[in-house]
C-alpha cells in the first residue's frame, strides 16, 4: 500500500484500473469458461417445422425463438440480431441439387463467423468448442442424390412472420424456389387476436357484382373515426380483395412488418426508439375505427427511423367481390413528429396521401403480390389549397379515389399485372 501511494498520481490510477479490469476479467471469464449448447432435439423448434414437397424432393423448415437460439447454441444471438433458420433437404431424384442459401437472407452469416462474435470472454477450449459446434450444425451446400441434408442458416433477425425462399439448382440449372412464411414465437401481434370468422353472421355478408360492387365502394365512410364515432379521422384511401393468406403473404414478401399490441414492453421499445431514433420495425400503431371497431390488422414498413415510416391499418368489410373476401384499408406516411395537445406527441403524416396510395401500388407490383388494380369513388376530393385535417390536427389532400387493389400469394411478374378501368385519378 505504501508503494501505490508513493506512485505519481497517473499511474496509481492506471494502476487501480488495471486491477479492477483484471478482477472483472477473472470474473467474467470464470463465468463465461463452459460451453454447453444443449442437445438440438431438445430444444423444441421442430415443433412449429412446415414442409413443402415438389417431385422427389422435400425440404422443411424452421426458424428458432430467442430462447431456442440461446438453448441450441448457449449464446444470445438475438441480441446481435442473428436469427438462425434450420433447413432440411430430402432429395429423392438421382441427381444431385445444390443450396442456395443466399435465397433465405442475401447477407447471411457463415457460421464460424457468428461463432466469432461471440468469442469474447470465453477460453480457448470453449472457443473451439463453439467454433465446432457452429461449423457442424451448419447446412452444406451440396445434396446427393437419395440423399437428406440438414443444419442452420445463420439470417439478420425478423420477428413476427419469417418470410424466406429455399432455392434449389439442379446440374440442368433447373431452379426450384420453396417459399415459407413461419410464425416464430415472441412478439404479440395485432392481428393474432381478431377472430375474423366470427366477424360477421353469414347473412350480414354481401356478395356483389361489379355495379353494385362500385356502389357499394361509394358508400363506404369516407374516413376513419376516433371510439365515440363523432370525428372523422385519415382517409378510407384503399380496398384491398383477397383471401386472409393471399392479403398476409403478399404484405409480408413486400416487407411490410407485422404490430404488436399495446403492453409494457412494447411500449418501453416504442419511448426507446423515439427517444434515441431507432428503427423498432413493430412498433404499435394507434386505434383508428372503422364499422364501430378497431382496426383489424396493422403493419408499417420503418425507414431510417420510428419517426420516418409508411404504416397502414386494415379492416374486414361485410362484402365478397368476385368470391372473395374485401378489406377497407387507410395507408399513409409518417414523415415526422410533433407535439399535440391531444396525444403529446404524434406522428406528422404527409399531406400527400395519394403519394402514400401510389407507392402501396408501386410496392405490391415490384414484390410480384398484386394482380390487378384500379381506383374507385368514395374519399371525396379535398384541394391542396382547401385540406381536410385528420384526428390529431395533421392537413392532408387527395383526389378522392381509392386504390382497388386484388392481392394474391403466388407471385405475379411485373408485365402481367391488370389495370381496371373504373376510375381515372385526374392530372395533378
Known sequence: MRMRKNLPEPQALLLHFLTIALVLHTLAAAGCSSYKPKPMEGVGFMERAQTQTEGSVRVTAA???AKEA????????????IQPVWIEIENGDDDPVWFLPYGIDPDYFPPLEVAYMHHSWHWKKAKEEMDRHFFENSIGLYVGPGSTRSGFVFTHLDEGTKAFNVDLITDDNEVRTFTFFIQVPGLRIDHHEVDFASLYPEEEVFSYKEAGFRKA?????CCTKNKKGNELGDPLNLIVIGESEDVYHALIRAGWDETETIYRRSLWKTSKSFLFGGRYRYSPISALYVFGRPQDAAFQKARGSIHERNHLRLWLAPMRYEGKPVWVGQISRDIGVRFTKKTI???????????????????????GGLAKFGYAEGVGAAPIDEPRGNLTGDPYFTDGLRAV??????????????????????HR
Open 63 to 65: 426458424v428458432l425463438s
Open 70 to 81: 440461446k438453448a441450441a447454441f448457449d449464446l444470445k444471438l438475438y441480441r446481435k440480431e
Open 217 to 221: 365502394l361509394e358508400n363506404l365512410p
Open 345 to 367: 406527441t404524434t406522428h406528422k403524416i404527409d399531406p400527400d396521401v395519394d403519394e402514400a396510395r401510389a407507392f402501396l401500388i408501386q410496392d405490391f407490383w415490384y414484390s
Open 405 to 426: 387493389l386484388w392481392l394474391t400469394s403466388e407471385p405475379i411478374s411485373f408485365s402481367d399485372v391488370e389495370s381496371e378501368e373504373w376510375e381515372i385519378p385526374p
